[in-house]
């Protein structure tokens, strides 16, 4: 007997154009043809509603659900069309320090990277030699290898409050995105509920889901961030286990994975395995 199962998806960014520097990302015409094809096949639901029929054990057959991390102003400009084009609803997690003008320490050293000419091999090897860096050391370090910053990378408020009025659901995502395992536990607990409270003041409406940043348990967060984000009164929170939730999964640590493939045979393909993988 097969088990109800829910596939979610993890975005970032939806690009303008082809980028061959992170060619991971999605330009919106792959990005429209990936939305066409989860709507052909899946039974793709608002993150809320999969959550609470998961728990009550009613999925739909093929169930599925689509999130965005960190706070994108791209996720307004080129996603929100293609969802609303194909009546599709998202989840969007923003860490909250970034909007209205800030810029995150990847962007940073992948602004250098351009700079320098590097490939995405090399980039990538950067960006893992920065991630796990002490926060501040992190930022100091990844802000001083970058060029003068340009046009802003992350939404502002009033994008978010645009993300909220066409119905699509604003989660948490910690206020300064970071490695929640390397924080001391009041200061983790502190940015957690800073990022809620400021998400709630801006839509003005109650935040209960969460993305635990870089989300990998046991190396980027532990139970006892997972209790603090029970404390704080998050109905669900996701990782970066890749997977498909089902009944016995921790409603507190979902899983999730990101679908890189570039043409819609594997994209769908890639969907169909990872629903082998409960989580």
Known sequence: MNLPRLSILIYHRVLLQPDALLPGLPDVRRFDAQMALLKRFFNVLPVS?????????????????????????????????VL???????????????????QMW??????????????????????QRYKYLPFDERERCARSLAPSRSLPLMMSADQLRVLASAGMEIGAHTHRHP????????????DIAQGQAMLED??????????????????????KHVDMVRALGFDAAFSTVAGAAWEGSNILQLP???????????????????????V
């Open 49 to 81: 509603l999969a959550v609470k029929l998961l728990q009550r054990q009613a999925l739909p057959p093929r169930a599925a659900c689509i999130t965005f991390d960190d706070g994108y102003a791209d996720n307004v400009d080129y996603a929100l069309p």
């Open 84 to 102: 609303q084009k194909h009546e599709l609803s998202a989840a969007f997690f923003i860490a909250s320090a970034y909007l209205d003008g800030g």
């Open 106 to 127: 990847n962007d940073d050293l992948i602004a250098h990277a351009r700079q320098a000419g590097m490939g995405p091999r090399a980039l990538g090897d950067l960006l």
């Open 179 to 190: 490695i929640l395992a390397n924080l001391p536990d009041d200061e983790a607990l502190a």
């Open 202 to 223: 801006i839509t003005q409406m109650p935040v209960r889901l969460f993305a635990y940043p870089n989300g990998k348990p046991g190396q980027d967060y532990s139970r």
């Open 256 to 278: 999730r994975f990101t679908p890189w493939e570039p043409d819609r045979l594997r994209f769908l393909l890639r969907l169909m395995a990872q629903r082998r993988v409960a």
